[in-house]
């Protein structure tokens, strides 16, 4: 995201605080998912550690701070933020799946069971995940009249039910390969979330900070590019500009044309859907019909390597909040709160 320092004040905040929030970063997509999203927010909360207090030297003690975020038994001697122990257990528990439980209550018609179900859940008392799975799983909506919205929410309940069933299970692999597995040989799998990887993108990734993209001129006015040979909409400019800014943001410590991303990369960049990173394939430049994301899917892996059209990507640059350049077009925003990108143009 373009603002990391208020990404990583938003992943410290307490579960009422966060109820609160218009746009939060994680939300049931991220954790359905296998927990995807989480390498990046661990990523930011090392490289806060390292870089703006004085544990960043110990890599142990940073282990620790990781193992209390996720709710695994710590001993850090560190002070720890406030609410950073077991923060992942209660932002699924008191965050997600309560805001999930109480919108099943906007509506009258719902089975029995599920009424029991979520009626112990909001009153926190006696509430046995297993037994609650087992009745959401032989839970069947026979009336048509339904409310889609109930359904949904249902659905997206027991996700996170079973989320939080499995988060203790992986209490047992929290050394060295927290939630990858380790194969016959012992390694781990090359995209799994582990503590070495996470400590090692920190240092790469450096200091915290808080960008701008910036643009040279309007290019979507000139419909330099198009998408299936169509004007882009609102929305596709969006879309565009977050790629562009994922793409620099990607590539600021590297000379490699490519860079590896995911879904989860782009997770709650794009609202009100999942990204898909095919779509990049959609958007061409209007001359040429060249494409301006060349993409090579990386096989027996959940990645992709793009490229950004040199001729595209001569436009832009990133620059730090604050520094009193004028250069062009500035569009800013936290992307990681889903909001489109503002522009101020410099005078």
């Not at 990391?4 to 929030?21: D, F, K, N, R």
């Not at 910036?214 to 596709?236: M, N, P, Q, V, Y």
Request: aromatic share 10%.
């Amino acid at each position: 995201m373009l603002n990391e320092i208020g990404e990583y004040e938003q992943y410290t905040l307490s579960p009422e605080e966060l109820l609160a929030c218009k746009n939060r970063r994680l939300k049931h997509c991220n954790i359905k998912n296998s927990f995807s999203g989480l390498e990046r927010v661990m990523t930011t909360i090392t490289r806060h550690f390292i870089f703006d207090t004085p544990v960043g030297s110990n890599e142990n003690e940073l282990r620790e701070i990781l193992k209390a975020w996720c709710g695994f038994n710590h001993e850090a001697k560190t002070i720890l933020p406030e609410h950073f122990d077991g923060w992942l257990k209660n932002y699924i528990k008191r965050v997600l799946a309560f805001e999930t439980a109480c919108a099943c209550f906007e509506y009258e018609r719902f089975p029995d069971d599920l009424k029991t179900v979520i009626e112990k859940f909001l009153a926190g008392r006696d509430f046995d995940i297993k037994e609650s799975l087992a009745i959401l799983e032989n839970l069947e909506f026979t009336n048509d009249d339904v409310p889609r919205k109930i359904k949904d929410n249902t659905g997206k309940f027991k996700n996170l039910l079973e989320a939080l069933d499995e988060l203790p299970d992986k209490d047992k692999n929290f050394s060295k390969n927290l939630f990858g597995s380790l194969d016959a040989k012992g390694d781990t799998p090359f995209r799994a979330i582990t503590y070495d990887r996470i400590i090692a993108n920190a240092l790469l990734a450096g200091k915290l900070r808080c960008y701008c993209l910036a643009c040279d001129e309007e290019l979507f006015e000139t419909r330099i590019i198009l998408k299936k040979g169509k004007k882009l909409s609102a929305k596709d400019k969006d879309v565009v500009l977050k790629m562009t800014a994922e793409y620099l943001l990607q590539r600021r410590n590297s000379n490699q044309e490519f860079i590896v991303t995911n879904n989860a990369n782009m997770m709650n960049w794009l609202a009100g859907e999942k990204p898909d990173c095919s779509k990049r394939e959609n958007y061409a430049f209007a001359k040429t019909k060249e494409k301006l994301f060349e993409i090579i899917k990386i096989e027996g892996i959940n990645a992709t390597k793009v490229k950004l059209h040199p001729e595209w990507a001569r436009h832009f640059r990133l620059i730090e909040d604050g520094i009193d350049e004028k250069w062009g077009r500035i569009f800013f925003s936290d992307n990681g709160s889903s909001e489109p990108l503002q522009e101020n143009v410099h005078p």
